[in-house]
């Protein structure tokens, strides 16, 4: 009983977390199967990292090409730009680049920068940006669900996609038990404000830790009754005909156009 309560609360958990990337839509985006989006996403990854750092036209045009993707998904730039957020930390260190760097220097308003290290920052900053963008918009017109059956489409190794499974299915669920933990210190008057709070926290870390592990626990002893022998059924079976295929690879064949001119001009 207590293994389906639990698998019962992560499907919400689940569908809650899916809310969060995924943005609702009927695009012809959304429509495409999501091995199709994968391998799009993919291509146009390795394609942009491909690109030579000196290109930067051609840096615009893939953005442009992003920039189409997401009209075409009803993707509003806002939503885009706040997801973009999750990069912070690599414009941190990318904007660091110019000041640590060896190599030649430039003057720039009275700071020395160097030239290898401003070049860097700039590779890093525009190729990241694209492939979180892209990885943005496969979020937002694919739900997880979706995706681990994209995975499973593309052959990869089933037993990492079971993995996945359970840590999207699971995840919520213990950051909910962190919740009710949190709310039930705060109800008897717990606040952590120094060292001297620490053990209680401790112990909750500890107490949070076991009750995963029984959770686990009686989640798979009800999957082997269920039948669970190390692979998991196939319930939906996701296909795609040549049209569909087409459309997706649309972006990694334009960008690697683009890839291409900026190796030969």
């Not at 309560?5 to 495409?32: K, M």
């Not at 308003?109 to 496969?138: D, E, F, M, P, R």
């Not at 989640?219 to 459309?247: F, K």
Request: net charge positive; aromatic share 10%.
């Amino acid at each position: 009983m207590g293994a389906d309560g639990g698998t019962s609360r992560s499907s919400g958990a689940e569908s809650g977390g899916a809310h969060r990337l995924y943005r609702h839509g009927h695009s012809p985006v959304h429509a495409l199967p999501p091995h199709t989006k994968l391998a799009a996403v993919f291509a146009f990854v390795v394609i942009v990292v491909s690109t030579p750092r000196e290109a930067m036209w051609a840096f615009g045009l893939y953005a442009v090409l992003l920039g189409l993707v997401a009209y075409a998904a009803r993707v509003p730039a806002v939503f885009l730009l706040r997801r973009l957020l999750i990069e912070v930390p690599f414009v941190a260190f990318a904007v660091l680049m110019p000041f640590v760097a060896e190599g030649d220097q430039v003057t720039f308003l009275g700071v020395q920068l160097s030239v290898n290290g401003l070049w860097g920052a700039w590779n890093v900053l525009a190729k990241g940006t694209l492939g979180v963008a892209a990885s943005v918009l496969l979020a937002a017109t694919t739900e997880l669900r979706e995706l681990l059956l994209g995975l499973q489409r593309l052959k990869l190794p089933p037993l990492l996609v079971q993995i996945a499974s359970f840590m999207i299915r699971y995840g919520d669920v213990i950051t909910d038990e962190m919740r009710r933990m949190r709310i039930a210190r705060e109800s008897r008057g717990f606040e952590a404000r120094g060292i001297r709070h620490w053990g209680v926290l401790a112990k909750s870390a500890g107490a949070l830790f076991i009750r995963s592990y029984e959770r686990g626990e009686r989640v798979h002893l009800a999957m082997v009754s269920r039948g669970y022998a190390g692979s998991m059924p196939v319930i939906d079976e996701v296909t795609a005909d040549r049209a569909q295929w087409s459309y997706a690879l649309a972006l990694p064949s334009a960008a690697l156009v683009v890839c291409l001119l900026g190796w030969t001009l």
